[in-house]
């Protein structure tokens, strides 16, 4: 029981200094795996909201909810360096069956090797509801932390190369 709460201790201090890590403009993604512990996402808000300075650097994300061209626009608008968006519940937006135009904007926001750069490349305006209007392409510096409950075996492995993961499969 002692070596279980050490784990489990263990497994959020490396979680808490990866998100310190990404909140310092550090890194681009951070994946947590098989987390059993549904209140991840409140835990992990905490941390962040904790530091007034961070709050509002945040948004989450609904990952079944989400389609490309809103993930596009929040990738848009939470571009800038210590930014973070969460998307929650991330394993439907990283399955084989999700829109291809997802995995293009995290190669490129998430690339190590790049400027970068993420596009839309699309014919058509790229206008929100309220009427607001987006570039087709920009430099995402921002971070991104998936919270998936699934196999981590089945993340991407070009995804896995540009992130930090972490399985709680071990807890």
């Given amino acids: 029981e002692a070596k279980a709460a050490k784990v489990k201790a263990d497994f959020w201090k490396e979680t808490q200094q990866s998100i310190d890590f990404l909140t310092k403009g550090s890194g681009s993604a951070l994946f947590l795996v098989n987390v059993p512990d549904v209140s991840v996402v409140d835990r992990v808000r905490q941390q962040l909201c904790d530091n007034d300075e961070v709050f509002w650097r945040v948004r989450k994300l609904d990952g079944n909810c989400c389609t490309p061209r809103e993930f596009y626009f ?10 973070i968006i969460i998307v929650d519940d991330a394993d439907e937006l990283l399955s084989s069956t999700a829109p291809i135009e997802f995995f293009f904007f995290f190669f490129a926001a998430l690339n190590a090797t790049s400027d970068h750069l993420v596009s839309y490349n699309r014919e058509e305006l790229l206008v929100d509801d309220e009427g607001f209007s987006y570039p087709k392409r920009f ?9 998936m409950y699934g196999d981590a075996s089945k993340l991407h492995p070009s ?13």
Avoid at 74 to 83: P, V
Avoid at 139 to 147: N, R
Avoid at 164 to 169: E, L, N
Wanted: aromatic letters at 12%; zero cysteines; charged letters at 30%.
């Fill in 74 to 83: 929040s990738l848009y608008e939470f571009s800038d360096k210590g930014r």
């Fill in 139 to 147: 430099v995402y510096k921002g971070g991104i932390i998936f919270i």
């Fill in 159 to 171: 995804l896995r190369r540009r992130s930090k993961v972490i399985d709680a499969s071990v807890l």
